[in-house]
Protein backbone atom coordinates (compact mmCIF):
# COMPACT_ATOMS: atom_id res chain seq x y z
CA UNK A 1 0.00 0.00 0.00
CA UNK A 2 1.58 3.23 -0.93
CA UNK A 3 1.70 5.82 1.64
CA UNK A 4 1.40 9.82 1.17
CA UNK A 5 3.35 12.28 2.47
CA UNK A 6 0.81 14.12 4.44
CA UNK A 7 0.23 11.96 6.93
CA UNK A 8 4.09 11.89 8.18
CA UNK A 9 3.22 14.72 9.67
CA UNK A 10 0.41 13.96 12.52
CA UNK A 11 0.78 14.06 15.98
CA UNK A 12 2.93 11.19 17.63
CA UNK A 13 0.40 9.10 20.08
CA UNK A 14 1.90 7.64 23.08
CA UNK A 15 4.72 5.40 23.11
CA UNK A 16 6.01 6.64 20.17
CA UNK A 17 8.96 8.89 21.98
CA UNK A 18 7.07 11.87 22.62
CA UNK A 19 7.60 15.20 21.17
CA UNK A 20 11.09 15.88 19.02
CA UNK A 21 13.34 18.21 20.69
CA UNK A 22 14.47 22.03 19.19
CA UNK A 23 17.50 20.97 17.72
CA UNK A 24 16.26 17.85 15.91
CA UNK A 25 15.73 19.47 12.27
CA UNK A 26 15.45 16.25 10.33
CA UNK A 27 14.22 12.97 10.08
CA UNK A 28 15.58 9.93 11.29
CA UNK A 29 15.11 6.62 8.49
CA UNK A 30 13.60 4.90 11.90
CA UNK A 31 10.88 7.60 12.12
CA UNK A 32 9.93 7.98 8.79
CA UNK A 33 9.25 4.44 9.00
CA UNK A 34 7.94 4.03 12.07
CA UNK A 35 5.37 6.76 10.50
CA UNK A 36 4.40 4.93 7.47
CA UNK A 37 3.61 1.74 9.56
CA UNK A 38 1.58 3.97 11.95
CA UNK A 39 -0.34 5.36 9.35
CA UNK A 40 -0.67 1.81 7.39
CA UNK A 41 -2.26 0.06 10.90
CA UNK A 42 -3.98 3.40 10.38
CA UNK A 43 -5.95 2.70 7.91
CA UNK A 44 -5.91 -1.19 7.99
CA UNK A 45 -8.09 -0.18 11.25
CA UNK A 46 -10.37 2.13 9.29
CA UNK A 47 -10.85 -0.25 6.50
CA UNK A 48 -12.05 -3.14 9.22
CA UNK A 49 -14.46 -0.68 10.94
CA UNK A 50 -15.89 0.02 7.56
CA UNK A 51 -15.68 -3.54 7.22
CA UNK A 52 -17.40 -4.29 10.51
CA UNK A 53 -19.99 -1.54 10.36
CA UNK A 54 -21.31 -3.06 6.55
CA UNK A 55 -21.41 -6.05 8.22
CA UNK A 56 -23.78 -5.45 10.96
CA UNK A 57 -25.58 -2.94 9.01
CA UNK A 58 -26.03 -6.49 6.71
CA UNK A 59 -27.27 -8.50 9.41
CA UNK A 60 -29.64 -5.98 10.50
CA UNK A 61 -30.95 -5.76 7.25
CA UNK A 62 -31.09 -9.38 7.05
CA UNK A 63 -33.13 -10.01 10.47
CA UNK A 64 -35.24 -7.06 9.44
CA UNK A 65 -36.35 -8.88 6.05
CA UNK A 66 -36.30 -12.14 8.31
CA UNK A 67 -38.89 -10.65 11.02
CA UNK A 68 -40.71 -9.52 7.82
CA UNK A 69 -41.38 -12.21 5.87
CA UNK A 70 -42.34 -14.11 9.31
CA UNK A 71 -45.01 -11.83 10.01
CA UNK A 72 -45.74 -12.04 6.23
CA UNK A 73 -46.08 -15.86 6.72
CA UNK A 74 -47.74 -15.78 10.03
CA UNK A 75 -50.60 -13.46 8.57
CA UNK A 76 -50.87 -15.22 5.28
CA UNK A 77 -51.45 -18.67 7.73
CA UNK A 78 -53.68 -16.77 10.11
CA UNK A 79 -55.94 -16.03 6.35
CA UNK A 80 -55.79 -19.28 5.11
CA UNK A 81 -56.87 -20.96 8.24
CA UNK A 82 -59.83 -18.80 8.52
CA UNK A 83 -60.71 -19.53 4.87
CA UNK A 84 -60.07 -22.75 5.33
CA UNK A 85 -62.26 -22.44 8.72
CA UNK A 86 -65.40 -20.94 6.82
CA UNK A 87 -64.69 -23.33 3.24
CA UNK A 88 -64.77 -26.34 6.34
CA UNK A 89 -67.86 -24.44 7.71
CA UNK A 90 -69.90 -24.30 3.88
CA UNK A 91 -68.93 -27.70 3.18
CA UNK A 92 -70.51 -29.16 6.89
CA UNK A 93 -73.49 -26.69 6.12
CA UNK A 94 -73.82 -28.01 2.34
CA UNK A 95 -73.10 -31.83 4.06
CA UNK A 96 -76.22 -31.33 6.23
CA UNK A 97 -78.10 -29.94 3.91
CA UNK A 98 -77.24 -32.91 1.28
CA UNK A 99 -77.67 -35.66 3.93
CA UNK A 100 -81.23 -34.20 4.32
CA UNK A 101 -82.38 -34.11 1.09
CA UNK A 102 -80.82 -38.10 1.27
CA UNK A 103 -82.43 -39.16 4.13
CA UNK A 104 -85.66 -37.93 3.27
CA UNK A 105 -84.54 -40.12 -0.53
CA UNK A 106 -83.72 -42.89 1.27
CA UNK A 107 -87.01 -42.98 3.37
CA UNK A 108 -89.46 -42.15 0.15
CA UNK A 109 -87.57 -45.27 -1.17
CA UNK A 110 -88.13 -47.23 2.27
CA UNK A 111 -91.77 -46.40 2.19
CA UNK A 112 -91.82 -47.39 -1.42
CA UNK A 113 -90.37 -50.53 -1.02
CA UNK A 114 -92.53 -51.13 1.40
CA UNK A 115 -95.59 -51.09 -0.49
CA UNK A 116 -93.71 -53.22 -3.58
CA UNK A 117 -93.48 -55.98 -1.39
CA UNK A 118 -96.59 -55.93 -0.17
CA UNK A 119 -98.42 -56.17 -3.94
CA UNK A 120 -95.69 -58.65 -4.50
CA UNK A 121 -96.98 -60.61 -1.28
CA UNK A 122 -100.35 -60.33 -2.65
CA UNK A 123 -99.69 -61.46 -6.51
CA UNK A 124 -97.92 -64.53 -5.08
CA UNK A 125 -100.78 -65.23 -3.12
CA UNK A 126 -103.03 -64.74 -5.79
CA UNK A 127 -101.07 -66.95 -8.19
CA UNK A 128 -100.18 -69.95 -5.78
CA UNK A 129 -103.83 -70.12 -5.36
CA UNK A 130 -104.74 -70.08 -9.33
CA UNK A 131 -101.49 -72.96 -9.49
CA UNK A 132 -103.91 -74.63 -7.19
CA UNK A 133 -106.78 -74.43 -9.07
CA UNK A 134 -105.24 -75.46 -12.40
CA UNK A 135 -103.09 -78.12 -11.59
CA UNK A 136 -102.45 -80.43 -14.30
CA UNK A 137 -99.35 -82.52 -13.05
CA UNK A 138 -99.70 -85.27 -15.33
CA UNK A 139 -99.52 -83.11 -18.24
CA UNK A 140 -96.49 -81.10 -17.22
CA UNK A 141 -94.84 -84.18 -16.56
CA UNK A 142 -94.97 -85.71 -20.43
CA UNK A 143 -94.37 -82.10 -21.40
CA UNK A 144 -91.46 -81.67 -19.59
CA UNK A 145 -89.91 -84.88 -20.68
CA UNK A 146 -90.66 -84.56 -24.34
CA UNK A 147 -88.22 -81.58 -23.83
CA UNK A 148 -85.45 -83.37 -22.17
CA UNK A 149 -85.50 -86.15 -24.93
CA UNK A 150 -85.48 -83.54 -27.64
CA UNK A 151 -82.62 -81.40 -25.60
CA UNK A 152 -80.71 -84.80 -25.20
CA UNK A 153 -80.70 -85.35 -28.58
CA UNK A 154 -79.42 -81.90 -29.44
CA UNK A 155 -77.13 -82.29 -26.93
CA UNK A 156 -75.27 -85.25 -28.32
CA UNK A 157 -75.37 -84.34 -31.80
CA UNK A 158 -73.18 -81.66 -30.19
CA UNK A 159 -70.96 -83.43 -28.58
CA UNK A 160 -70.55 -85.46 -31.44
CA UNK A 161 -69.23 -82.52 -33.69
CA UNK A 162 -67.43 -81.07 -30.89
CA UNK A 163 -65.53 -84.80 -30.78
CA UNK A 164 -65.38 -84.11 -35.26
CA UNK A 165 -63.72 -80.48 -34.22
CA UNK A 166 -61.40 -81.85 -31.53
CA UNK A 167 -60.28 -84.39 -33.62
CA UNK A 168 -59.69 -82.56 -36.61
CA UNK A 169 -57.83 -79.65 -33.95
CA UNK A 170 -55.69 -82.67 -32.89
CA UNK A 171 -54.35 -83.26 -36.15
CA UNK A 172 -53.84 -80.15 -37.55
CA UNK A 173 -51.66 -79.24 -34.29
CA UNK A 174 -50.11 -82.71 -35.13
CA UNK A 175 -48.87 -82.11 -38.51
CA UNK A 176 -47.92 -78.34 -37.10
CA UNK A 177 -45.63 -79.42 -34.70
CA UNK A 178 -44.22 -81.70 -36.88
CA UNK A 179 -43.55 -78.86 -39.85
CA UNK A 180 -41.80 -76.95 -36.77
CA UNK A 181 -39.63 -79.73 -35.77
CA UNK A 182 -38.17 -80.56 -38.91
CA UNK A 183 -37.81 -76.85 -39.77
CA UNK A 184 -35.69 -76.78 -36.60
CA UNK A 185 -34.18 -79.86 -37.55
CA UNK A 186 -33.30 -78.25 -40.32
CA UNK A 187 -31.92 -74.88 -38.77
CA UNK A 188 -29.88 -76.49 -36.30
CA UNK A 189 -28.02 -78.78 -38.90
CA UNK A 190 -24.31 -79.03 -37.52
CA UNK A 191 -23.45 -77.68 -41.13
CA UNK A 192 -25.79 -74.46 -40.12
CA UNK A 193 -25.13 -73.67 -36.75
CA UNK A 194 -20.99 -73.71 -38.03
CA UNK A 195 -21.68 -71.15 -40.11
CA UNK A 196 -23.53 -69.44 -37.85
CA UNK A 197 -20.56 -69.40 -35.19
CA UNK A 198 -18.30 -68.66 -37.67
CA UNK A 199 -20.46 -65.51 -38.92
CA UNK A 200 -21.06 -64.28 -34.91
CA UNK A 201 -17.21 -65.02 -34.78
CA UNK A 202 -16.04 -62.89 -37.68
CA UNK A 203 -18.72 -60.23 -36.49
CA UNK A 204 -16.99 -60.05 -32.98
CA UNK A 205 -13.51 -59.98 -34.31
CA UNK A 206 -14.32 -57.17 -36.31
CA UNK A 207 -16.03 -54.95 -33.83
CA UNK A 208 -13.00 -56.07 -31.18
CA UNK A 209 -9.95 -54.68 -34.28
CA UNK A 210 -12.52 -51.68 -34.37
CA UNK A 211 -12.58 -51.08 -30.84
CA UNK A 212 -9.13 -51.77 -30.39
CA UNK A 213 -8.18 -49.43 -32.83
CA UNK A 214 -10.41 -46.56 -31.67
CA UNK A 215 -8.71 -47.22 -27.97
CA UNK A 216 -5.27 -46.59 -29.72
CA UNK A 217 -6.43 -43.35 -31.21
CA UNK A 218 -8.07 -42.47 -27.73
CA UNK A 219 -4.95 -43.25 -26.05
CA UNK A 220 -2.99 -40.87 -29.17
CA UNK A 221 -5.36 -38.28 -28.45
CA UNK A 222 -5.08 -38.61 -24.54
CA UNK A 223 -1.25 -38.46 -24.70
CA UNK A 224 -1.21 -35.36 -27.14
CA UNK A 225 -3.72 -33.52 -24.59
CA UNK A 226 -1.60 -34.01 -21.87
CA UNK A 227 1.04 -33.20 -23.54
CA UNK A 228 -0.52 -30.16 -24.54
CA UNK A 229 -2.05 -29.58 -21.10
CA UNK A 230 2.13 -29.87 -19.76
CA UNK A 231 3.00 -27.31 -22.30
CA UNK A 232 0.54 -25.34 -21.57
CA UNK A 233 1.07 -25.69 -17.07
CA UNK A 234 5.02 -24.72 -18.36
CA UNK A 235 4.18 -21.79 -19.45
CA UNK A 236 1.67 -20.43 -17.25
CA UNK A 237 4.63 -21.55 -14.26
CA UNK A 238 7.38 -19.20 -16.45
CA UNK A 239 4.66 -16.45 -16.82
CA UNK A 240 3.70 -16.88 -12.88
CA UNK A 241 7.40 -16.58 -12.35
CA UNK A 242 8.39 -13.67 -14.03
CA UNK A 243 5.32 -11.93 -12.73
CA UNK A 244 6.40 -12.95 -9.38
CA UNK A 245 9.99 -11.61 -10.43
CA UNK A 246 8.94 -8.21 -11.73
CA UNK A 247 6.60 -7.77 -8.47
CA UNK A 248 9.67 -8.27 -6.35
CA UNK A 249 11.88 -6.09 -8.67
CA UNK A 250 9.17 -2.89 -8.34
CA UNK A 251 9.21 -3.59 -4.76
CA UNK A 252 12.39 -3.19 -4.84
CA UNK A 253 12.53 -0.28 -7.00
CA UNK A 254 9.47 1.05 -4.09
CA UNK A 255 12.06 1.00 -1.73
CA UNK A 256 14.82 2.43 -3.12
CA UNK A 257 12.53 5.19 -4.34
CA UNK A 258 11.05 6.02 -0.51
CA UNK A 259 14.55 5.57 0.46
CA UNK A 260 16.11 8.85 -1.88
CA UNK A 261 13.34 10.44 -1.13
CA UNK A 262 13.45 10.35 2.69
CA UNK A 263 17.16 10.98 1.76
CA UNK A 264 16.25 14.17 -0.27
CA UNK A 265 13.57 15.27 2.45
CA UNK A 266 16.81 15.21 5.29
CA UNK A 267 18.75 16.94 2.99
CA UNK A 268 16.30 19.90 2.07
CA UNK A 269 15.60 19.88 6.01
CA UNK A 270 19.31 20.21 6.64
CA UNK A 271 19.87 23.11 4.44
CA UNK A 272 16.36 24.69 5.67
CA UNK A 273 18.29 24.69 9.07
CA UNK A 274 21.91 26.09 7.82
CA UNK A 275 20.02 29.04 5.79
CA UNK A 276 17.69 29.38 9.20
CA UNK A 277 20.81 29.59 10.88
CA UNK A 278 22.90 32.16 8.62
CA UNK A 279 19.19 34.38 8.43
CA UNK A 280 19.31 34.75 12.13
CA UNK A 281 23.26 35.17 12.55
CA UNK A 282 23.26 38.00 10.30
CA UNK A 283 19.68 39.14 11.91
CA UNK A 284 21.40 39.54 15.02
CA UNK A 285 24.56 41.17 14.17
CA UNK A 286 22.06 43.74 12.26
CA UNK A 287 20.45 44.31 15.57
CA UNK A 288 23.57 44.14 17.18
CA UNK A 289 25.06 47.28 15.17
CA UNK A 290 21.57 49.41 15.30
CA UNK A 291 21.27 48.83 19.47
CA UNK A 292 25.02 49.75 19.33
CA UNK A 293 24.41 53.15 17.01
CA UNK A 294 20.93 54.14 19.09
CA UNK A 295 23.61 53.81 22.33
CA UNK A 296 26.44 55.64 21.05
CA UNK A 297 23.91 58.85 19.88
CA UNK A 298 22.30 58.28 23.16
CA UNK A 299 25.06 59.67 25.12
CA UNK A 300 27.94 62.93 24.38
CA UNK A 301 31.23 62.02 23.63
CA UNK A 302 34.10 63.63 25.36
CA UNK A 303 35.88 64.73 22.42
CA UNK A 304 31.83 66.30 21.76
CA UNK A 305 31.75 67.94 25.04
CA UNK A 306 33.81 71.38 23.61
CA UNK A 307 32.40 71.68 20.50
CA UNK A 308 28.34 71.72 22.52
CA UNK A 309 29.63 75.06 23.90
CA UNK A 310 29.79 76.92 21.16
CA UNK A 311 26.74 78.65 19.45
CA UNK A 312 27.17 77.02 15.87
CA UNK A 313 26.88 73.35 18.01
CA UNK A 314 24.42 74.45 20.26
CA UNK A 315 21.08 73.07 18.37
CA UNK A 316 23.40 69.45 17.79
CA UNK A 317 23.98 69.30 21.62
CA UNK A 318 20.23 69.43 21.94
CA UNK A 319 18.77 67.42 19.21
CA UNK A 320 22.13 64.97 18.71
CA UNK A 321 20.45 63.47 15.94
CA UNK A 322 23.70 63.07 13.59
CA UNK A 323 24.56 59.67 13.07
CA UNK A 324 27.70 58.48 14.75
CA UNK A 325 31.19 57.64 12.98
CA UNK A 326 32.06 54.30 12.39
CA UNK A 327 34.90 54.91 14.75
CA UNK A 328 32.56 56.06 17.93
CA UNK A 329 29.98 53.22 16.58
CA UNK A 330 33.00 50.81 17.56
CA UNK A 331 34.14 52.83 20.55
CA UNK A 332 30.68 53.28 22.51
CA UNK A 333 29.75 51.44 25.35
CA UNK A 334 27.65 48.50 25.28
CA UNK A 335 24.80 48.22 27.55
Same mark, same amino acid.
Given at each position: ?????????????????????????????????????? &???????????????????????????? #? +???????? =??????????????????????????????????? @?????? $?????????????????????? /??????? =??? $?????? #?????????????????????? =??????????? #????? @?????????? &??????????? &??????????????????????????????????? $?????????? &??? +????????????????????????????????????????????????????????????????? /?????????
Amino acid at each position: MRQTPARISEAPKEGDGGPRSADKEFTTKAEYNRALLR &QEKWQTAEGVRADGKVGEDIIKERKHKH #T +AQGLSRQQ =AAAAQMKKASESLEAHRAQNLSLGRAVYEEVAGWR @VGAKAT $KEQWTSYVKELKESVKAENKTA /ESVKEHA =AKK $KAVAAQ #TRADDEAKEKAVEQFKEKQLTA =AKEQAAKIRAE #TDDKV @VDTAKRYFYE &QRLKSAVETKA &QQQEWEKERAAAKEKHHEAQQKRRIKSKSARSAGT $KSRQELVTER &QAA +ASTLREAKRALSESHKARMQEEYQLKSATVKGVIANSFVQPSDALEASSPANSMYSLTNIRPPSP /ERSADSPER
